[in-house]
């Protein structure tokens, strides 16, 4: 049995290496370039647009009978960041740190900004292809743009297989281990844990995208804001030490961080791989996961409801993540050799004696538990993809006792498999945007030019 472990992880081990390698993190960032240039840069040209028709919409329910869609379009965007505002933005920043040092947050915030457009690509491909499915509910996504776009329904099964299986571990049982740990320090049993996790999960996976995406819009803004209360606190008590840490980031993403404390020291091709690699796995920018949640959103118009796209990454990267990095960075505890979610932990408990571990230990919960929610919803999706709506029930029954499982048990190899399944995602969901490009161009000129007359 051991010797059939060891055959799995080595062989994981290397797709992982091929999968999120240079190449990988080059294409998807690329990509981002590309929408970037084709469009004249829309994420600058049309940013103060872009929070208009976002941040200044958040409560504005559009009217069902203009729009079509079963959600309104912050619930979708709620939904998606409920998935990207995970733990990777408390322990994956804070890894990002520890081994590329404080240059990777510069190269995190490059992947973002082209990251932007990605994302938006992602969700105008989402909408222009959606469908009704036997439920008579909106679903779209990757598989659905990639077998109605470019007519290559072998690839739409694919990226399938891919998102439904790497939903049980990214999205599922990594999510609830977190939890788990996070809460072990202050008495609370895993079992314990667990139980509750699912519990409370399953009161709301039951009852379908509607009720997540009615809960998830009451909790990403409470769980978002809470967070950034801290660190800004943080930050405000500390804000001689802010300048300096910046000057940090912009110094180390061009020159060699070197060995100082506890911090073994990087060359600038490690602050460039672990910032582009934290960028990407934190918005999940050409993954192909949040378009299927932006697919059931009510909208006018395919570009409108891209806007969304554009203002999730910035809201995931530019915003909390940068909090979490400059609160490392400005209390000085970047260089402990302290990793992961310890390392913020760390931040805060020096940033705010008390509160400051508590406010990262309930983040963490918050964060995981909007995570399971929405990754419950996008690996049924993928599922219904290939098997149809028949198999939703069934996936929602075996979702539920897996959050048990993933607070109990120890997942080093489920964690490395699910990455994995996670990276594979990104392959047929950027053929399929490389492939429809043209169709965003025209519906994005369409949109601006004679829809808005801009």
Known sequence: MLGFVNTIESINSTINGLVWGPYMLVLLVGTGIYFSFKTNFLQIRKFGFTMKETLMKIFEKPEASETEGDITPFQALATALAATIGTGNIAGVA??????????????????????????????????????????????????????????????????????????????????NSVAAALEGYGIAPMVTGIVLALAAGLVILGGLKRIASVTERIVPFMAVFYIIGAVIILITHISNVPAAFGLIFKHAFTPASAVGGFAGAVVMDAMRRGVARGVFSNEAGLGSAPIAHAAARTDHPVRQGLWGIFEVFADTIVICTLTALTILSTGVWDSGITGAALTTEAFNKGLPGPGGVIVAIGILFFAFSTILSWAYYGEKCAEHIFGSGVNKFYRIIWLPLILVGAVGSLDLIWDIADTLNGLMAIPNLIGLLGLSGVVFSLTKEFFTEKLGK
């Open 95 to 176: 890894t990002a740190i520890a081994l590329g040092g404080p240059g990777a947050i510069f190269w995190m915030w490059i992947s973002a900004f082209f990251g932007m457009m990605t994302k938006f690509a992602e969700v105008v491909l989402a909408i222009k292809y959606r469908e009704k499915n036997a439920e008579d509910s909106w679903v779209g996504g990757p598989m659905y743009y990639i077998e109605k776009g470019l007519g290559l329904k072998w690839l739409a099964v694919i990226f399938s297989i891919f998102g439904a299986l790497a939903a049980f571990g990214i999205g599922n049982m990594v999510q609830s």
